[in-house]
């Protein structure tokens, strides 16, 4: 099955950017989203399709996607971005169709 | 604005089977946009796809709970539901139901509160 392979943490100052990577092979070939998780809340979706952006959400998220990597970026970076981030893509590569999640990183805003 | 809530008993027995459901309010369960899944997240733990089911009664389930997994709608009261066959202390987890669109990628958008079900005798 397809695996999605994130960073467990990541940590930034308040005003930087912040880079959160999701490798998988030929992930550039996926569409790839991005998810963020706040304690005790259920994910808000903030990335899909690689690079769009809900309504709603913030332009200081961006997301890219290339090759073996997509990247989620934060600019500007706030203390209510502390959070865990979620990449996810649909397999079909495999001999079936279904959603798959990376392990997560967390966002720590020092 | 459609909207996702949970149902469901919060405690389920060793071997017995978990039975989720989710209420779909703000759309159609049978609208052509969007597939219908459920997503699970142990304490401490990541997210973990269940399965998705699309209008036409399609479903997608993970490989590894395949053979323990049904996922149902029922278009009369807008609502879709999870069986777990078999659980142990291992499917103690939060379920979310979600929604995923054709108009985002098939990413979720929308997401139920979530719903703790712990698995213990």
């Known amino acids: 099955s397809y695996v999605l392979t994130q960073p467990p943490s990541v940590s930034v100052a308040p005003g930087q950017t912040a880079r959160i990577t999701c490798g998988g092979n030929?992930?550039?070939?996926?569409?790839v989203h991005w998810y963020q998780q706040k304690p005790g809340q259920a994910p808000v979706l903030v990335v899909y399709?690689?690079?769009d952006r809900p309504s709603g959400i913030p332009e200081r998220f961006s997301g890219s996607n290339s090759g073996n990597t997509a990247t989620l970026t934060i600019s500007r970076v706030e203390a209510g971005d502390e959070a865990d981030y979620y990449c996810?893509?649909?397999?079909?590569?495999?001999?079936?169709?279904?959603?798959?999640f990376g392990g997560g990183t967390k966002l720590t805003v020092l | 604005q459609l909207q996702l809530q949970e149902s469901g008993p919060g405690l389920v027995k060793p071997s017995e089977t978990l039975s989720l459901t989710c209420t779909v309010s703000?759309?159609?369960?049978?609208?052509?946009?969007?597939?219908w899944g459920w997503i699970r997240q142990p304490p401490g733990k990541g997210l973990e796809w269940i399965g998705s089911?699309?209008?036409?009664?399609?479903?997608y389930y993970n490989p590894s709970l395949k053979s323990r997994v049904t996922i149902s709608v029922d278009t009369s009261k807008n609502q879709f539901s999870l069986k777990l066959s078999s659980v142990t202390a291992a499917d103690t987890a939060v379920y979310y139901c979600?929604?995923?669109?054709?108009?985002?990628?098939?990413?979720?958008?929308?997401w139920g509160q979530g719903t703790l079900v712990t698995v213990s005798s």
């Open positions: 979600a929604c995923s669109g054709s108009s985002f990628a098939l990413a979720v958008p929308i």
């Open positions: 703000g759309g159609s369960i049978s609208s052509s946009s969007y597939y």
């Open positions: 089911i699309y209008y036409s009664g399609s479903t």
């Open positions: 030929n992930i550039g070939s996926k569409s």
């Open positions: 399709d690689d690079s």
């Open positions: 996810q893509v649909w397999d079909s590569s495999s001999d079936h169709l279904g959603a798959v």
